[in-house]
């Protein structure tokens, strides 16, 4: 089975199924297709990470971050005010062709280059644009028309296309096939990063040859807690996975099977607002700081943490956020029950398109903290900690969820949601996904996160939660966000849901 936003990408994944390709495989196809179909929401330029489980019992995770250029000071962005929105200086390397790369040498079962044959045939050939993706493509306009080689490829005839027309990249279906005749060297070492780095030149920006040619991925073991007496897997960092983490270790100190809903929302809600403080304090990228994750992960702390929330009263710090929303995620499972939750992104927004690579940049620059005290501090070679995150649930050892969504900063927040609707209401993968939702978003002048409820959740859950001293907004009843996809593993077969939300997720099996 395997669960994306799209269904081509589904369909991508699921033939390779077919094929007797195995989890990793499918993944890595259905990842290619989004990047071409899902451009806005992750592309070659951006960073990807994979949670792997493999059918004998194994569990790793693919971190496919970039760093920094090594020209990246705090003195030269502060020189020029800071770190854009868009352009140049907004990226760090792209990571994500790297982690295929990585994946399928290591646990995947094809070679790399037949796994991206369906995302060359749609940048080549084209697709017909859905009713969302023409609108989205239309949000994103005003930013294509700044840079020519993306208004090129996202506003032919000065326009952005509509629904039902086809979207064709040729550039990047060429540097898909330098891809696949020469591997990641074709994209760091080769062909495609003398073209990103002479354009990166050409246009102010800080990339060099070494930059890339220096670039790797890490395969490193996920981090872990017990929660409702399952493993619950998550990315470490420089993700901020660690934040469910460490969110659901103080919740594991709470009843909430029977909880009225404004308790269980002001639950967790408290545990990710001490999470999240935490990682703020102790978390940058550890190859330049000591991140003490047994530390923060163990008991004595999410008992400290537990003492500190208070089940009546809110407390009144605030959480800042920054926006960014290109991400999608999926996730799969195969018949040896191999499982992979994969995510990738190019963060919010950037718009340059890397000369005639037809490559899209991230701007995860702007993930950096500008505090030099900070753990995650910008500065050359380091990279920012990450909104990216998926996971997975072992029972007694055995895969038993996996899921995850995109969302930017409030991924961490739907995690912890589904995992406790999962495991505290018992619910299954549809109800789990639908469950109403909440999200927390800026600081305002009272220095008090806002909470914004989901509509179904109703005025009776609104007025306790104000009650305890939260700030209360109720939105749409599916106006949330996030675009969840989940599969359950069980003995006799499997489970999955899409998120109604974005409109479009497609879950596909046999």
Known sequence: MIATVNP????????????????????????????????WSGQLGGDGF?????????????NGSGAAPAAATLARYREVGGIPQAGWLAATVPGLVDA?????????????????????????????????????????????SRFPETAAIFLPAGRPPGAGDLLKQPDLARTLRAISRGGPDAFYRGEVAEAMVAASSDAGGLFSRTDFSEHRSEV????????RGLDVLEQPPVSQGIIVLMALAILDRFELAKAPSDQTVHLQV?????????????????RFVDVDVRALLSGGRADEMAGRLDPGRAAPTGVPTQAGADTTYLCVVDSHRNVVSYIHSLYGGNGVVAGETGVLLNNRM???????????????????MHTLNSWMLLDGGEPRYVGGTPGSFWQ?????????TLLDRGAGPREAVDWP??????????????LRLEGRFGEETAAGLRRRGHQVELTGDWAAGGAAQLIQIGADGLTGAGDPRPGTSTVLGF
Not at 119 to 133: D, K, P, T, V
Not at 439 to 448: C, K, R, S
């Open 100 to 144: 295929w790369a990585v994946a399928a040498k290591r646990f995947g079962t094809r070679p790399l280059a037949s796994l991206l044959e369906p995302a060359i045939h749609y940048a080549e050939s084209g697709f017909a644009l859905s009713e969302r993706q023409a609108a989205l493509n239309a949000e994103m306009a005003q930013v294509s």
């Open 366 to 384: 702007r993930c950096f903290s500008f505090d030099a005290s900070s753990p995650n501090v910008l500065g050359p070679g380091r990279r920012p």
């Open 412 to 420: 961490v927040q739907i995690n912890l949601q589904l995992i406790s």
């Open 270 to 286: 408290e545990a990710h607002k001490l999470a999240l403080a935490r990682r703020l304090e102790a978390l940058g990228d550890p």
């Open 50 to 62: 994979l949670l792997i489980r493999t059918g004998s019992g194994e569990s790793w995770a693919i």
């Open 8 to 39: 081509l990408a589904s369909a991508a994944g699921l033939e390779v199924l077919r094929q007797g390709g195995n989890a990793v495989d499918a993944a890595i196809a259905a990842g290619a297709v989004l990047t071409v179909v899902e451009p």
């Open 220 to 227: 490193i073991p996920p981090l872990t807690v017990r929660y």
């Open 437 to 450: 939702r909440w999200t927390m978003g800026d600081q305002t002048e009272v220095n008090q996160a806002w």
